[in-house]
């Protein structure tokens, strides 16, 4: 099992490399008493079942979390291997940040926001000393963090980390709402209008044989392939780990769904992660 501890400074970026984390398929508990350390990382290893844990400790643990260092030492003498992952950056924008979402700092409100974020770098010390990598996020915007998270720990190339899903849909049902790119088919001559494929959908061999004969669905498919073959990598490193691509046709039965089954099995030939769904076949 890998198990990585995550922590550091408030406004770091821990949140955000919990979540990047979890996204890799991590099981991420956030704010964890220091002291259930071992007891999580049993449990974990005893079921069998999660193969990547992420625990978030930091100073909002308040007094539990002078138990850091014998929880982790702890670990060691269990024999459960860990990394720590330290979230830094520079106290300037820190206090920054702070301001710009104005929440409140967990060291409390008693004292300057500097005062407390040097409070919370004296009691992460020992912790940041025994930390396998440190981050300084000062000058990292989130998209070169999720690049740094997916090198360290995901395995792969942001774009093969991007969730793809292909959408068909008629254009008279409405267009869906969370679709990232809109594709318009009615420019292919419609099945629908031939008897014996109205009942049929494109996922029936004849519909799909139909729509492919022409010239014009063949170039299209061409043409896409290129175009998302040149946006997802793009989209990936802009830190987008989800992009929905609706094909449109007037009733979403025929020509979307064949088109959105050819697109989506190009994009898994090419090693992106892809799902295809047909949201208005009946």
């Avoid at 995901?154 to 990232?180: C, Y």
């Avoid at 729509?211 to 498919?221: H, R, S, T, Y």
Wanted: glycine fraction near 8%; charge should be negative.
């Amino acid at each position: 099992m890998k198990l990585i501890v995550v922590t550091g400074l408030s406004g770091a970026g821990k949140t955000q490399a919990l979540h990047m984390l979890e996204d890799m398929g991590f099981y991420c508990v956030d704010n964890l008493p220091p002291a259930l350390l071992p007891n999580m990382a049993e449990l974990a290893q005893g079921s069998g079942e999660v193969q990547q844990l992420a625990l978030g400790v930091d100073v909002r643990s308040g007094l539990f979390f002078d138990q850091a260092d014998k929880a982790l030492d702890e670990l060691s003498r269990m024999g459960i291997p860990y990394e720590i992952l330290f979230l830094d950056a520079s106290e300037e924008e820190l206090v920054r940040r702070y301001k710009e979402t104005r929440r409140s700092h967990p060291m409390g409100n008693d004292s300057m926001l500097v005062d407390n974020i040097r409070k919370e770098k004296a009691m992460l010390e020992a912790m940041k000393n025994r930390a396998t990598r440190v981050f300084d996020t000062t000058t990292m915007q989130p998209r070169f963090l999720r690049e740094t998270m997916l090198r360290m720990y995901g395995g792969e190339a942001p774009e093969q980390m991007l969730n793809v899903n292909v959408l068909s849909f008629g254009f008279k049902h409405g267009i869906p709402q969370d679709a990232d790119l809109v594709i318009d088919v009615r420019f292919i001559p419609n099945p629908f209008y031939i008897p014996e494929m109205r009942p049929l959908t494109g996922l029936d061999k004849e519909v799909h044989d139909y729509v492919m004969q022409f010239d014009a669905a063949k170039e299209f498919l061409a043409k896409t392939e290129d175009m998302l073959t040149f946006l997802i990598p793009h989209y990936a490193s802009e830190g987008k780990d989800r992009l929905v691509i609706g094909i449109g046709c007037t009733g979403g039965q025929h020509r979307s769904v064949a088109l959105a089954d050819e697109i989506g099995k190009m994009l898994k030939s090419k090693g992106f992660r892809c799902t295809v769904t047909h949201r208005d076949i009946r």
